[in-house]
């Protein structure tokens, strides 16, 4: 490799048919700089191996037409062509997670401007020697998990195979529906320095990119259209429709197929892709919590009960599918999946099982595997790998570590063989001399592969064009009748000169870029789209959207974590107002004895703080600081905490306003709480209140997304049910408090049930200064017109449970028949204050309000959550 910074070679002035017909003008030029790339490195812009200190020399002629068809124009708008590309992919919300970054977890998809560009030749051989691998990968997991002729033979070792963590025992002898195992296979590709494409990796289990390359493809060729009609450039939709085609031609309900994306969760590296993906496909993206296993059958479980899925669609790994055969610990999975696999009652793409083969320690035995399976020699050579299981190799090549990359033989999963990929001659002496040991103690663990030099395509930055090395993911598509076709695009990753030199496979996680990838061909494009064709009035008439029990059950505790999160911080607040003496007199007794009970009630205070009768000020004290306790179950930073959490969970279903908001509002109190306790503020108690009031507002406009901007279909009934219940727990308990200590009867007393029920404002209104029993429980207890009363409260849960329960009406009944009807209760009877406890039958009703909110939703969580009925609780001996 050359050492230092390349020269910088500009465009020659002679040079017309790089941009348009005429001579380039001066500021075209000055735009036009190329930044000459490394030795040893073939060039994609040039099409040439770079060496010595020779030019740059002409650009190819694929370059030259893109550049053709950009014009001058476009040329100089590059850098705002590449602003808009960024903008677009923050206004998309793609993101790529990086778990080894605390600082940045999540990073936006890094996306060039400039795409990778492959000439029908090219394409030709790539696509050749891709389906024939695909071919291949698929006959290999057929044998081994069938009759093994290929570890009888010897032509792969059965320590590398049977030994690998990935190979599924359990598996052994299942054979999926219509004998497909592999329905995607990755190839990560790279260019040497003599122009030729060979294969680096393989991806069987379940291979990521096809979400990201859309999003790639849908925001690049926007910016670049001219370039992108101009050339020719094949289409991605046809590879799609060809994958979901496969999969219905072998699904046990063919074209009637219900089909989902099985998800690890949002915290998952490539979870937008997931979410991409699946809405591009036109399926539902579930989690493992989502599905069930019945009877050797697979359902989703919704809102209307167990719906059934034929293909599973999955981006989780092998080991985590089912705990019952294969990861007992793991959360990710369906128990019972394998068994359904066997019985060919549902189609999983790919089948498990499949890890084995990206092992790197494979590629040496590849050829003669395909001579065997296929009677045929492999079109697309591997890069050159030795494994260390076998001494010979090892004692070969151990003298000369420093000419490869050593990569591990088994998956990162593999705890006790994993590591990083280590190109050995970045490695100090002492440091190499160490990793040779540790392949010396464990020679099978570690595979040796002759070092890549990738070729380098251009990439805009800074004003110039420079040369970046990239590697180009492919994906091959089975078709479900023995056929494969490979996807004319791909996902290309760019990574800069150091990122190459310590990582030779360049992964997003260690900080490359991706472009799109452009097929060009000489004749027609593929005309074919996935965008969904014009809905009839009997379509329309017909559709139901499904929610999943996930969801439902996110969306309901979204809004009891919501209605949760604004009664902590308003009892807070009234709280400390109550005992900073911000009210117009210094609390009462029996307001203090209130505030007590609800505070330790709600998880403001602990059950050691004296309360507020024995001292004011530690009472204070500890409830400013228990604000700010995420560990406290119920107090307002868990909650807050709480809700962001559910919120994470439904992004696909949140306005990006409304996630904002739920963001900000946990962000900024946490922050301003900090900044308080961090300073030495005179009056922490007035700042303390301020902050709870800015939450308050954060809140309130939380809430009126939540009534305005959703749709008001069985999710956000849900939703909404859940608020109602929390409303009607803590409503019931508070007034039924504020009545046994008395509050009616004092001043500051009868403020504070207002206060709590958020209604001074509109009982003022109506009664203006009276403080009398009866105004006041008609307005918070009868008043259907009044969203924080009881009667409101429980009207609207009993409407909406009986809409969201419309296809099981007996149960919706049985339900809304345990929830309270305080319109038909007797305002007389309950404002009577006779006998020894002072409004009892009121306090007795009150309190049935409370126990009433819980059973109803535990009935809700057995019934659309877990599904669970009589049949579950059976046990068949």
């Not at 036009?32 to 030019?55: I, K, M, S």
């Not at 392949?439 to 030099?453: F, G, K, N, V, Y």
Request: glycine share 8%; charged share 20%.
């Amino acid at each position: 490799m050359s050492s230092g910074v390349p020269a910088i070679v500009p465009l020659p002035p002679q040079q017309t048919s790089l941009l348009s017909d005429e001579p380039l003008d001066p500021v075209a030029l000055a735009h036009g700089a190329v930044q000459r790339g490394d030795d040893g490195h073939f060039d994609e812009l040039t099409g040439r191996l770079n060496e010595g200190a020779a030019p740059a020399g002409a650009l190819t002629p694929i370059w030259q037409r893109f550049f053709t068809s950009t014009g001058v124009q476009g040329w100089q708008d590059l850098p705002h062509r590449l602003d808009r590309l960024r903008h677009r992919v923050r206004e998309d919300g793609a993101t790529y997670n990086v778990y080894d970054d605390p600082d940045q977890p999540t990073r936006p998809w890094p996306l060039e401007l400039l795409p990778m560009l492959i000439g029908p030749g090219d394409w030709a051989a790539i696509e050749q020697g891709v389906a024939q691998r695909a071919r291949l990968l698929n006959a290999a997991m057929a044998d081994i998990y069938g009759q093994r002729s290929l570890l009888d033979l010897g032509l792969l070792p059965a320590s590398l195979v049977l030994g690998h963590p990935q190979y599924l025992r359990a598996l052994h002898g299942a054979k999926p529906p219509g004998g497909v195992h592999l329905h995607v296979a990755a190839f990560d590709l790279s260019r040497g320095p003599d122009g030729s494409w060979r294969v680096l990796q393989q991806r069987t289990q379940a291979p990521s990119g096809l979400g990201y390359l859309i999003e790639n493809r849908l925001i690049v060729s926007q910016q670049l259209p001219e370039a992108f009609r101009d050339l020719h450039v094949q289409r991605l939709a046809g590879s799609f429709q060809t994958l979901m085609e496969g999969l219905m031609r072998i699904s046990p309900a063919g074209e009637t197929s219900r089909a989902v994306l099985l998800t690890p969760g949002p915290h998952n590296e490539t979870y937008f892709e997931h979410v991409f993906l699946a809405r591009y496909l036109g399926i539902t993206l579930v989690e493992g919590g989502d599905l069930t296993v019945r009877a050797n059958r697979l359902y989703l479980k919704t809102l209307r009960g167990l719906e059934r899925v034929h293909i599973l669609l999955r981006r989780v790994d092998d080991e985590y599918l089912d705990p019952l055969e294969l990861r007992p610990d793991s959360a990710l999975g369906i128990p019972g999946l394998v068994q359904a696999l066997r019985a060919g009652e549902v189609v999983v793409a790919n089948a498990p099982g499949a890890g084995w083969l990206e092992s790197p320690g494979l590629a040496a035995f590849w050829p003669g595997v395909a001579r065997h399976l296929l009677d045929e020699e492999l079109l697309l050579p591997s890069a050159t790998s030795w494994w260390c299981g076998e001494q010979t190799v090892w004692d070969r090549h151990k003298s000369r570590l420093e000419e490869f990359v050593v990569a591990p033989t088994f998956p990162a999963s593999d705890t006790t063989h994993s590591f990083a990929p280590v190109l050995a001659a970045t490695q100090a002496p002492s440091a190499r001399a160490s990793l040779a040991g540790r392949i010396e103690a464990d020679p099978a663990a570690h595979t040796l592969q002759a070092r890549s030099r990738p070729s380098e395509m251009p990439v805009w930055h800074e004003g110039r064009l420079e040369p970046r090395p990239a590697v180009v993911r492919v994906f091959a598509i089975a078709d479900g009748q023995g056929g494969w076709q490979v996807l004319p695009g791909g996902m290309t990753r760019v990574a800069t000169r150091r990122e190459a030199l310590h990582d030779p496979w360049l992964s997003m996680q260690r900080g490359s870029a991706s472009a799109d990838t452009w097929v060009l061909t000489e004749g027609p494009v593929d005309p074919t789209s996935l965008l969904p064709k014009p809905l009839s009035a009997t379509d329309l008439s017909r559709m139901h959207r499904s929610v999943t029990s996930r969801s439902a059950e996110n969306l309901f505790w979204l809004g009891r974590y919501t209605e949760r999160a604004e009664n902590s911080v308003r009892l807070a607040r009234l709280t400390l107002e109550s005992l900073s003496g911000a009210a117009l007199h210094e609390a009462s007794p029996a307001v203090l004895a209130v505030l007590d009970q609800l505070a330790r009630r709600h998880g403001l205070a602990g059950d050691s703080v004296p309360s507020p009768l024995q001292s004011q000020r530690v009472f204070e004290r500890s409830l400013i600081h228990a604000l700010g306790d995420t560990r406290g179950a119920t107090s307002v930073a868990f909650n807050l905490q709480a809700l962001q959490g559910c919120a994470q969970a439904l992004r696909e279903r949140l306005s990006p306003e409304h996630w904002q908001l739920i963001r900000e509002v946990g962000e900024q109190f946490q922050g301003r709480l900090s900044a308080i306790f961090g300073s030495a503020s005179t009056d922490p108690v007035t700042e303390v209140i301020d902050a709870l009031t800015q939450a308050d507002g954060h809140l309130a406009a939380i809430t009126g997304g939540q009534t305005d901007r959703m749709t008001r279909d069985d999710g956000w009934r849900l939703l909404s049910v859940g608020r109602q219940l929390e409303r009607l727990d803590f409503l019931s308990h508070a007034m039924a408090c504020s009545f046994e200590h008395g509050l009616h009867r004092c001043d500051d007393g009868f403020a504070l049930m207002l206060g709590l029920f958020d209604s001074t404002i509109t009982y003022r209104a109506h009664f203006q200064a009276r403080r009398e029993v009866p105004p006041l429980l008609h307005l918070l207890v009868f008043d259907t017109d009044n969203p924080r009363s009881l009667a409101w409260v429980g009207r609207t849960m009993r409407e909406r449970l009986l809409k969201l329960a419309r296809h099981e009406p007996d149960w919706a009944q049985e339900v809304v028949e345990k929830l309270p009807r305080p319109e038909q209760w007797s305002l007389e009877a309950l404002s009577a204050d006779v006998g020894d406890h002072a409004h009892a039958a009121l306090v007795e009703v009150l309190q049935a309000c409370s126990v009433q909110a819980q059973e109803v939703s535990d009935a809700i969580g057995r019934k659309l959550f877990s599904h669970v009925g009589p049949v579950d609780r059976m046990v068949w001996q």
